[in-house]
């Protein structure tokens, strides 16, 4: 039986966060970069925070223990279209949900199959009411409404759903843009009255095409609604780099700060110390893993192409300040040799060393912004990075 001073104590004790309890824990004087927690229904990660893309429930070539041990990896990205394409969501769910499918017991965020609007363009048919898709796969239709996306995330049981939204090219002129925004924004509304999983989030996601007044306008907009977390897409689609900077800067300012802010599909480490920068707290990207099939590190001192003849007979590691286990075990001429054998090792080694560059780099932004030197540390580390020629 409990003592009377124990019940007092335990009365007074606040109450564990639940899912969507998102604490700022410091902040960057003189730039909007912050560290804070998000919690969620599988436990919280720390941001700035990369999560490693695993679209069909797979980092490809990386296991969920090599992502957690190796990697660092807090939270991971799948996609809604392609697991409700293959093997589809309710096959899923009667496997116990996703997490438990992937052998993965971390948070899980999937994207709503809004880029694959962007994408698979000439599969798709888009009106008010949604997306109509041919598979991909075999060309079977498939209609994907606000409601239903929702839904299907329901069934998969993730952490972090997000809403329906149309994604636009980069050429499309300002009628198309400013169509898709606010069809977005009307998913979004519809999309959030959906019934969902308890403690699930919800995020909405910012559009406006190549316009930052209308991109800050959807923000806006979205922002009325009061959802536990916003993202901006559409960037990263075709336009020149500059302008991504420039639009992805517009597009945060009228985000609450007391939210998450997720930057999807980008992008280069150094454009991601920009990124936390400006504000955002979660991104998401192919680079590394994609880099790494190809043959491609990202390292301290500037990508290096495996297959160069260079390495055939270098005994060195693949990055000096690296602590990966590729890098600690392995030497840049057997690296080459994996690469230009074409043997399935190489790309799995390649992935696990550019995923850890990835989440290391987010792991000294953290760091940096605790100890009030994000400013300083971040100038330092983006010209070290931009002054590196690739290898």
């Known amino acids: 039986m409990r003592t009377l001073t124990e019940a007092a104590l335990d009365a007074a004790s606040p109450a564990a966060p639940g899912p969507g309890s998102f604490e700022v824990t410091a902040r960057e004087p003189g730039s909007g970069a912050r560290r804070a927690t998000l919690q969620t229904n599988h436990g919280s990660f720390d941001t700035p ?14 296991t969920p223990r090599q992502l957690r041990e190796d990697v660092g990896a807090q939270v991971l990205l799948a996609n809604t279209y392609h697991l409700s394409v293959r093997p589809g969501a309710e096959l899923i769910q009667r496997r116990g949900g996703l997490h438990r499918f992937m052998g993965w017991d971390g948070p899980i965020l999937t994207d709503s199959g809004g880029f694959q609007v962007f994408s698979l363009s000439a599969l798709r048919k888009v ?84 316009y930052g007044d209308l991109r800050t306008e959807n923000a806006a907009a979205l922002v009325d609604l ?28 009228p985000l609450p700060a007391d939210r998450p802010r997720y930057l ?28 790494g099939r190809n043959g491609t590190l990202f390292t301290s001192r500037g990508k290096v192409n495996l297959r160069l003849a260079r390495y055939a007979e270098d005994d060195g590691t693949p990055d000096p300040e690296c602590a990966c286990y590729t890098c600690r075990t392995f030497s840049l001429a057997y690296l080459r040799h994996l690469a230009v054998s074409g043997e399935m090792l190489g790309p799995q080694l390649a992935s696990l060393h550019n995923l850890h560059f990835y989440l290391d780099l987010m792991q000294q932004m953290r760091a940096a912004i605790e100890a009030g030197e994000f400013t300083a540390w971040s100038a330092r580390r983006i010209a070290q990075l931009e002054e590196r020629s690739s290898l």
Not at 49 to 59: E, H, L, R, S
């Open 49 to 62: 925070m990369f999560m490693p893309v695993a679209t069909a429930a797979t980092v490809k070539g990386v």
């Open 127 to 210: 009106s008010d009411d949604g997306v109509e898709f041919r598979s991909h796969l075999d060309g079977a239709k498939m209609f994907f409404s606000p409601e239903e996306v929702v839904r299907a995330q329901g069934l998969l049981g993730v952490d972090i759903a997000m809403v329906l939204d149309e994604c636009v090219e980069a050429a499309a002129g300002r009628e198309r843009a400013e169509s898709a925004a606010w069809r977005t924004l009307d998913w979004a509304r519809r999309s959030l009255a959906t019934e969902r999983l308890p403690g699930q989030l919800l995020f909405a996601i910012v559009q406006g095409g190549m």
């Open 226 to 253: 009061g959802f536990p977390g916003y993202a901006v897409g559409g960037l990263s689609v075709g336009e020149e780099r500059d302008v991504m900077i420039r639009l992805a800067a517009d597009s945060i300012v």
């Open 264 to 291: 999807m599909g980008v992008g280069l480490p150094e454009d991601l110390i920009r990124f936390v920068g400006m504000g955002y707290d979660m991104f998401d990207c192919v680079l590394p893993t994609r880099n």
